[in-house]
């Protein structure tokens, strides 16, 4: 395996890296994690390998009330143009789509709680996502959207929010939804976004989100872990 060093970069202390992190540690990954509420200083690219951008409550154009993001913005640009792996999640994703030129932009229905997403044909035979069924159960916290970059491809797609991944290159990846979740940080988010949850219909309550993650976070535990093990490269001996 090629020495790694991956970067994670975080928008705030509840949205970490959830099943990265012990994968990370298992497999003796060197990784860094960065708050970019509290840490305002990103790395030099020199010697990551791999970068990844979770998510966050801002969007990406509130950049006068979350100054970190411009920065943020020039150092994705730059990762892209020196040919860094990376994968953006939620947040991240709409990061990447921006640097890329691509519009974000609020999507037209709020998705918090579990949505099914469908691959497209270059989705299925795509080698990050090709573990994963054609059709399959995500989660989802989310109000923005984004088109797909020029020169992009459409991973994933959905009835209601057609743009849910995207593969720029062979090696930038931008995911609407959430694979990296545990069902600790599920629970946390459901209390910290308390607000947010009540204002969604009845079908998409706390108590619906919380029994759809408790019968459907085994299997969706192991897919996350596939596809992590596919972007960090992780072959089993």
């Not at 951008?53 to 950049?63: H, K």
């Not at 990376?86 to 709409?94: K, N, R, S, V």
Request: proline share 5%; hydrophobic share 40%; net charge neutral.
């Amino acid at each position: 395996m090629v020495d790694m060093n991956v970067l994670i970069i975080k928008h705030i202390e509840i949205e970490g890296p959830g099943l990265m992190e012990p994968l990370l540690k298992k497999k003796k990954i060197p990784f860094q994690v960065l708050n970019l509420q509290t840490e305002t200083h990103l790395p030099k690219f020199d010697d990551l390998t791999h970068i990844v951008i979770l998510g966050g409550p801002m969007n990406v154009y509130e950049e006068d009330q979350y100054p970190f993001l411009r920065e943020e913005d020039l150092f994705i640009k730059e990762a892209i143009q020196k040919g860094k792996s990376m994968l953006g999640i939620c947040l991240g994703a709409q990061l990447i789509a921006k640097a890329l030129g691509a519009r974000v932009f609020k999507a037209p229905v709020k998705e918090i709680g579990w949505y099914d997403v469908s691959l497209t044909r270059i989705g299925s035979r795509d080698p990050l996502f090709s573990c994963l069924p054609k059709t399959f159960s995500v989660f989802q916290w989310h109000g923005d959207t984004f088109d797909i970059p020029r020169s992009a491809k459409l991973i994933a797609t959905s009835h209601s929010v057609p743009h849910q991944a995207f593969r720029f290159g062979g090696n930038v990846y931008g995911l609407q939804f959430h694979l990296e979740v545990t069902k600790e940080m599920i629970h946390e988010w459901m209390e910290t976004y308390n607000e947010e949850i009540q204002s969604q219909p009845s079908c998409f309550s706390k108590a619906v989100i919380l029994n759809e993650t408790k019968t459907k976070m085994k299997t969706y535990t192991k897919r996350g872990i596939e596809f992590l093990k596919n972007f960090f490269r992780i072959e089993e001996v």
